[in-house]
């Protein structure tokens, strides 16, 4: 589908993890009498079908987002599972209810056909690892389709919560607070009742559920943010909050000058390069910093600045919360607008924050 999938590197451990837990603890609980090397095999190929059974969960998602023009960035697979990482929200209510039940239906029929191979395993007489393997394939995915149907935010059935809500009260961010305030209420009776579990019941299953009460109160919290900051910002271009007429800074003056010069004078943290209305790059305080003090009176701007085929640049047209996308994924605190190689304007972070905030506080 053109999506790139990435595995972050915590995902090795808990593979060892759960491969051993299966191989030492559950396989050998249902199924004793078999010996290590076959607990072994049982519990790796159990963990691998975990795994290409969340990664089917979550291409599940991007398909239905692709199918409606949303891009995805990627597909990450990491410790708790996996993410796709959408550059946009879903424009209206009834393809976010799509797109988070596409996920959990999957689970659900990729729980159903190992179910039916495992049910013509054990009628077959098959060996015990191979109905083992199959049942686990089962159980597993019929508990991450049940798991991410929890009306909480940030699995699915948050999503679906709010997804119901937004398209009975019209209003996205009515609809995510109320699903919020559900997330948080359903994450603090899980940090509750897993301490009453760690007390009471089982040491590991109560920690176990404690985590899971904090990923989705965390998680709750960072969706609640993310709609209120594409709420302030939602219509805002570039063009309407970029600093214009930037003062702008020629390649051949040294460093040193550009210190004293501009950066102490004015309150910019990074100007444009130009020569002849031709963008050459950017020079922030940080290329400053990377210039030994000794070395800034021999150093041309030129030399320190970060050239423009490493400077992001965009369309006056460009809708601001993108251009906040922008520049998380680039990891830059400033943007050149430009149009037909023309210098326009620029917009740094500060910018975004400053009309985020004013926007708030005026809704407030
Ligand atoms: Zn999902």
Not at 77 to 89: H, N, R
Not at 191 to 204: A, H, K, P, Y
Request: glycine share 8%; aromatic share 8%.
């Amino acid at each position: 589908m053109g999506i790139p999938v990435r595995i972050h590197y915590t995902l090795w451990f808990v593979f060892l993890l759960i491969a051993w837990s299966l191989a030492y603890g559950y396989m050998p609980r249902e199924y004793p009498g078999l010996d290590v090397a076959t607990y072994w095999e049982i519990g790796i190929v159990s963990a691998i079908i975990l795994f290409a059974s969340i990664l089917i969960h979550e291409l599940s998602h991007s398909y239905i987002a692709k199918k409606n023009g949303l891009p995805i960035a990627r597909i990450t697979l990491f410790f708790f599972g996996g993410v796709s990482e959408m550059t946009e929200e879903p424009h209206d209510p009834g393809l976010e209810v799509r797109m988070a039940l596409a996920g959990p239906l999957m689970s659900f029929l990729i729980a159903g056909v190992f179910g039916a191979f495992w049910c013509v395993g054990e009628l077959a007489r098959a060996p015990i690892a191979a109905t083992a393997t199959l049942r686990y394939g089962a159980l597993i995915n019929a508990v991450l389709g049940a798991f991410n149907l929890l009306p909480a935010f940030p699995v699915d059935g948050g999503r679906l919560l709010r997804g119901s809500i937004w398209m009975r009260t019209k209003n996205l961010v009515r609809a995510t607070m109320m699903a919020t305030r559900v997330s948080e209420i359903l994450s603090l009776v899980m940090i509750g009742g897993g301490l009453v579990i760690v007390v009471f019941g089982d040491f590991i299953d109560g920690i176990w559920t404690v985590f899971l009460g904090w990923f989705i109160r965390s998680g709750a919290e960072t969706s609640m943010r993310q709609t209120l900051v594409g709420e302030a910002l939602s219509g805002v271009t570039v063009e309407d909050i970029m600093t214009r007429d930037a003062l702008t800074v020629p390649p051949d003056i040294t460093v040193q000058q550009l210190v004293s010069d501009y950066f102490l004078v004015h309150r910019h943290g990074g100007y444009p390069v130009v020569k002849d209305e031709q963008i050459l790059g950017i020079i922030t305080l940080q290329c400053v910093r990377s210039i030994p003090k000794e070395k800034r009176e021999l150093t041309t701007v030129r030399e320190a600045m970060v050239p423009c085929e490493r400077t992001v640049m965009v369309r006056p047209t460009l809708s601001a919360l993108n251009a906040l996308h922008i520049m998380a994924r680039e990891n830059v605190g400033r943007v050149l607008v430009v149009e037909e190689s023309r210098l326009l304007g620029i917009v740094t972070r500060g910018d975004l924050m400053r009309t985020i905030r004013t926007k708030q506080q005026l809704e407030a």
